[in-house]
């Protein structure tokens, strides 16, 4: 069974990068899919932030790109991402989750994580 | 950026009633979309891909259809568990992007 585990602090101050980790259980990250992060704004809808291949290629939100790292650690079998320059537009729950290959549909997630951005 | 666009954004149904939400692209995704199912502080859970295939395990009652920019998600007879938000996603260009959501509630 797939899992997936986001981690790190719930809270951020405006300015400061939020750094989040994403640990991966029951499947080796290296025998491929995508792996992404989601976030979602406390009473709204779902915005993809971006996805990397376990050889490290990526795809990012060109809305986020340029504040946006995500990167693959496969011998810790986890993933992480980034985010710069945060304001109190960030605060969201950010989910990990694995996509398809072919298809990039999300197929398993994790619990998500509340990242709140305030001084 | 493909914009996705759900309706209603909430629509009210008894139990044991039929459902139907829709959502509609911006421009041709073909069948390149897929519905998830959020309920309240848990993470969206994948029902259908292709537009029209059920993910594993999901029943019988949910059924998508549609392509192009058109998509219909429909829950033949609501149970008390499927009252929740759904959220359509295409994929069949980067960014990828999700509808708004729909949140099927009882009337």
């Known amino acids: 069974q797939v899992q997936l585990q986001e981690s790190g602090p719930g809270l951020v101050k405006p300015s400061e990068t939020l750094s989040l980790t994403c640990a991966v259980s029951?499947?080796?990250?290296?025998?491929?899919?995508?792996w992404g992060w989601i976030r979602q704004p406390p009473g709204k809808g779902l915005e993809w932030i971006g996805s990397?291949?376990?050889?490290?290629?990526?795809y990012y939100n060109p809305s986020l790109k340029s504040r946006v790292t995500i990167s693959v650690d496969t011998s810790k079998n986890q993933f992480s991402l980034k985010l710069s320059s945060v304001t109190a537009a960030d605060t969201a729950v950010y989910y990990c989750?694995?996509?398809?290959?072919?298809?990039?549909?999300?197929?398993?997630w994790g619990q998500g994580t509340l990242v709140t951005v305030s001084s | 950026e493909i914009v996705m666009t759900q309706s209603p954004a909430t629509l009210s149904v008894s139990p044991g009633e039929r459902a139907t939400l829709s959502c509609r692209a911006s421009?041709?995704?073909?069948?390149?979309l897929a519905w998830y199912q959020q309920k309240p502080g848990q993470a969206p859970r994948l029902l259908i891909y292709?537009?029209?295939t059920r993910a594993t395990g999901i029943p019988a009652r949910f059924s998508g259809s549609g392509s192009g920019t058109e998509f219909t998600l429909t829950i033949s007879s609501l149970q008390s568990e499927d009252f929740a938000v759904y959220y359509c996603?295409?994929?069949?260009?980067?960014?990828?992007?999700f509808g708004q959501g729909t949140k099927v509630e009882i009337k």
């Open positions: 989750a694995r996509l398809e290959v072919v298809t990039a549909i999300f197929d398993y």
């Open positions: 990397i291949y376990h050889s490290g290629s990526t």
């Open positions: 996603q295409q994929y069949n260009n980067w960014p990828l992007t």
């Open positions: 292709g537009a029209s």
């Open positions: 421009q041709s995704v073909s069948s390149n």
């Open positions: 029951g499947y080796s990250i290296s025998s491929g899919y995508y």
